[in-house]
């Protein structure tokens, strides 16, 4: 690899090339910018906060009261009163939408912060300590894999009983091996790296080295990582919805309004049609945004 | 007679940081002749080789005053065209057998390959060129390596391999970049015999791109030296002894020798107005 | 070199075997946690208590819970998965009886998901950085970020209620149901082999969108996968030596690149094939597809516990398989691991 190497970039600058160090802040700025600059992943961010702004200031946005139901007006079209329509109980839809982004937002919070902490410790400890420890994370993580995620969590959902916080276990539980994994493997090229080796001549315990020094350095990657989750968040989320499995009635979630929606499809489009397209919106941008970290922090894979 | 006439050639590519100019104003020509090409890495001696079969990527631009072989100028070429010049006219061997082979194709179907692409020639015929052709560059049971995959052989026979491949359309040029740098020094000196006496025996102009000075003097005719993208000094290799130029004289000197005790070797010296 | 091998083989059935130990725990694990009554689930609601008791003791609930496992772990192995409560049949039998109609959804939407994808993908990393590489990023992407039951219900209000191009719900048309022999249990070839047209193309108007729809999420799969095994290999030197033979650059990219992706390709395929059974829940509710999916769906709404977690356990089974064959077929086709 080392020749291909050479043959691709050889180094022209003679020493033309001045090298500063940036400052952490300046770093993020520049990235943020290069992320920025890209289109594709500039979308992301602009959706990405668009969808914080819609689930702060919902009841603003909102044109209705979202659980409001109003029995004279069932399954109206888009119109100017309703822009999406209303649903078989005369609800808004518009206003079930904006509301619903905060569901969708409380999913994503939830999980990525029980997948976040657990990955991060059954990775590391499992890359740090290796051995009998790491085989029997590993097993346990390769069997969490073997089984298609949404499987898995249906049959969590049906263990539990539907319901949006079984939900989000479920889905916590399988989504956190990719993650470990991920923290497994970073870990593992840090064990030995000489800052490291110098704590543990200081005598640092394994538990500071392991939170002090690798799971910081772990945490970019991992965030990376993470995002790139969410837009598999969301759609299972969704998933488990559209089944019955999820967030249950009246609350305005995107997956279980498309649900509902399904036995008037047919003669009342919008009551499936708008909720499904704000799901692929987001996802969509979480994607972007995945996608254009993962460049940032990976040119190869560009 | 001129084979390849080179002028005023540059290259630079767009980088993130800007243009970054790998190669200035090189020119020279080549006669039925083997021309070395050297200069540590960086100096832009490779991307000079790869201009001439405009193998450089999408994100370098390449300008010349001309660049010409035979009544043919390469700069004007069209796909089809240079396509029909590489292998059959100019070709190229590469530095490293391990990575330059194709790793899923026999050894000698990648010969045949060669051969196949410029003539209407059955398999058959094909097969039994290449074979003469691994017999040539003295590989010792050729039916048996042409079905070899690359992996399955050595890197000096793996280069051996590259070199049939690259003789076998009997092209008028080849470049040879590093032919022997990834080798095991002890089938170095055998891979390029082999080279040289095929190059030889079939008046083969050969472009030889190097950094070792002292291969170079044995085996070339003439030594161009580059130093940071641009030609510095242009010699005969027996008259190497002899350069004027202080980069030259500076890189002679750092050569150690087993014939006789040396002091500490001299840190080659460096000045930007060589640039200019 | 021999012994290596074996000893290879060795671990990676010791991977394997551990592996399903894993997935009967935790199916034995989550039939535990379900809050629903497995006894009543299989009496019913009305039976008296002495019928209570007599199934209690009969499924052996009165025992301590590792001896429950054991005797779980030995019926599973044997074979026995229980009688699903929905239809009153082993549930293996039922397994077998809808698989034909998943694997047929599947296959065909895996050669749509292949045939669009790898082009796609090959496309995109010839063009790399150009306006078609760009399209093709924006194309997978939605491909990803799409929930494949909402294309589903969008694709049946345009294609069937709209258009009327595609057939409705289920396999074939009703009509047709019944009038060709079931050789294999796969609807387009058994109505090929009993000579009715007519019926295959009511077959083929019925499958044809929900496995497009399915097929989505391969394609975007495949296609970025093959994206990034084409660059990898773009940039190789041996592409180098191609170019310098004089090869078109259409040879360059399929007979030396592509050549070298197959087999990456190969097993990346076995496991979108995988994933494809995960998109088949979800399709399968959507178009009333009389298949595993729907199934598993059925059962776990009625709270069939046997039925789901032989389900559960009977795709954990497929994904280990399918890994297992996408090993043996990186082993058997790529000549650097022979």
Redesign the interface.
């Known amino acids: 690899m080392r020749n291909v190497e050479t043959i691709k970039n050889p180094d022209y600058g003679m020493g033309l090339r001045v090298n500063v160090e940036p400052t952490r802040k300046a770093l993020f700025v520049k990235s943020f910018k290069k992320l920025c600059k890209n289109p594709l992943s500039a979308s992301g961010v602009v959706i990405v906060t668009l969808l914080l702004i819609l689930a702060i200031a919902a009841p603003l946005i909102a044109t209705h009261d979202p659980l409001q139901q109003d029995l004279a007006r069932t399954l109206s079209a888009p119109s100017i009163a309703h822009w999406f329509g209303t649903d078989e109980y005369g609800r808004d839809i518009f206003s079930r939408i904006v509301y619903g982004s905060r569901v969708t937002l409380y999913i994503i919070f939830l999980v990525t912060i029980i997948v976040g902490p657990i990955g991060l410790l059954i990775g590391t400890m499992s890359g740090y300590f290796g051995g009998w420890i790491d085989s029997a994370f590993m097993r346990v993580t390769d069997i969490f894999i073997s089984f298609p995620s949404l499987v898995l969590a249906l049959a969590f959902v049906a263990a539990l009983g539907p319901g949006l916080e079984h939900a989000v276990i479920a889905i916590a539980l399988t989504a956190w091996p990719p993650v470990a994994r991920l923290a497994r493997a970073e870990t593992l090229t840090l064990r030995n790296s000489d800052y490291v080796v110098a704590a543990q001549l200081q005598g640092a315990s394994s538990f500071r080295i392991l939170f002090h020094y690798i799971s910081l350095m772990c945490l970019p990657s991992l965030i990376v990582r993470l995002t790139m989750n969410m837009a598999t968040v969301i759609l299972t989320a969704a998933a488990l919805g559209f089944l019955g499995l999820g967030a249950q009635p009246p609350l305005p979630e995107w997956g279980s309004m498309i649900s509902t929606g399904r036995s008037y499809m047919l003669e009342s489009w919008w009551l499936v049609a708008f909720p499904g397209a704000a799901i692929m919106l987001v996802s969509l941008a979480f994607n972007l945004l995945g996608d254009g970290l993962r460049d940032l922090l990976d040119p190869r894979t560009e | 007679m001129d084979v390849l006439t080179v002028e005023k050639l540059n290259v630079s ?1 767009r980088t993130d940081e800007g243009l ?3 190669v200035r104003d090189v020119s020279f020509t080549l006669k039925n002749e083997k021309l070395a090409i050297v200069g540590e ?2 100096s ?1 001696k ?2 000079v080789g790869k201009a001439i ?1 405009k ?1 450089n990527p999408s994100s370098s631009i390449v300008t010349a005053d001309k660049l010409q072989f035979k009544d043919c100028n390469i700069l004007t070429c069209n ?1 089809r065209q240079i ?6 006219h100019i ?2 061997i ?3 057998p391990k ?7 026999t050894v000698g179907d990648q010969i045949s ?2 051969l196949r ?2 003539q209407k020639i059955t398999r058959h015929e094909a097969k039994k060129a290449a074979i003469k052709m691994l017999h040539e560059v003295s590989i010792s049971d050729p039916e048996y390596v042409y079905g070899q ?1 690359p ?1 399955e052989i050595s890197g000096g026979m793996g280069q051996r391999v ?1 070199i049939a ?2 003789v076998i ?1 009997e092209p008028d040029i080849i470049i040879a970049d590093e032919p022997t740098s ?1 080798l095991d020094v002890s089938v170095q000196q055998d891979v390029l015999n082999i080279l040289n006496e095929l190059v030889e025996r079939k008046n083969i102009s050969l472009i030889f791109v190097s950094h070792d000075l002292n291969l170079v003097k044995k085996f070339c005719d003439r030594v161009l030296v580059m130093y ?2 641009k030609v510095v000094e242009s010699i005969k290799a027996n008259a190497l002894s002899n350069a004027t130029h202080p980069y030259t004289r500076g890189l002679m000197e750092s050569l150690p020798s087993l014939k006789h005790r040396r002091d500490v070797l001299p840190v080659l010296s ?1 000045d930007q107005q060589w640039l200019a | 070199m021999i012994r290596s091998r074996w000893l290879g083989a060795a671990k990676k059935l010791g991977v394997i075997f551990i592996t399903l130990f894993g997935l009967l725990t935790m199916t034995f694990v989550i039939g535990r946690l379900m809050p629903i009554d497995p006894v009543l689930a299989v009496v019913g609601p009305d039976a008296d208590s002495s019928t209570y008791e007599q199934v209690f003791l009969q499924m052996g609930l009165d025992r301590p819970i590792w001896v429950q496992y054991f005797y779980y772990l030995q019926d599973m192995l044997s074979g026995d998965f229980g009688y699903a409560i929905l239809t009153g049949s082993p549930v293996v039998n039922d397994i077998i009886r809808v698989l034909p109609a998943t694997i047929e959804l599947a296959s065909v939407a895996i050669i749509f998901g292949v045939g669009l994808g790898v082009p796609l993908g090959v496309y995109a990393a010839t063009h790399r950085g150009r306006l078609g590489d760009h399209l093709t990023r924006i194309i997978t992407l939605f491909g990803y970020s799409t929930p494949v039951f909402w294309v589903g219900m969008v694709g049946l209000i345009i294609f069937y209620a709209w258009l009327n191009w595609a057939g409705a719900a289920g396999r074939i048309g009703f009509a047709y149901d019944g009038m060709f022999v079931s050789y294999t249990g796969f609807y387009l070839i058994d109505t090929l082999l009993s000579g009715n047209i007519d019926a295959f193309i009511s077959a083929l108007r019925h499958i044809a969108l929900p496995a497009l729809i399915l097929g989505l999420n391969s394609v975007s799969f495949l296609g970025r996968m093959t994206r990034s095994f084409m660059l990898e290999q773009l940039s190789q030197e041996y592409v180098k030596t191609a170019r310098v033979k004089g090869l078109s650059e259409r040879s360059v990219i399929w007979k030396h690149a592509f050549k070298n992706i197959l087999v990456q390709l190969l097993t990346i395929v076995a496991l979108a094939y995988g994933g494809l059974l995960e998109g088949a829940v979800l399709i399968e509710t959507v178009f009333a597809w009389p298949g595993f999916g729907q199934y598993l769906t059925d059962s776990l709404l009625m709270g069939d516990m046997n039925a789901v977690m032989a389900s559960v356990l009977f795709i954990g089974l497929v994904f280990v398989f399918l890994n297992l064959l996408s090993d043996v077929l990186y082993k058997l086709f790529d000549p650097r691991t022979k």
């Open positions: 590519f970054k100019h790998a890495s960086g832009g490779s991307t079969l193998l796909d396509r029909s010049i590489r292998g059959q070709s190229m590469m530095q490293d990575f330059s082979l194709n790793p899923v194709m390959e060669a692409v410029h995959y992996h590259m491949m690259m359309p990834a940071g993208g460096r």
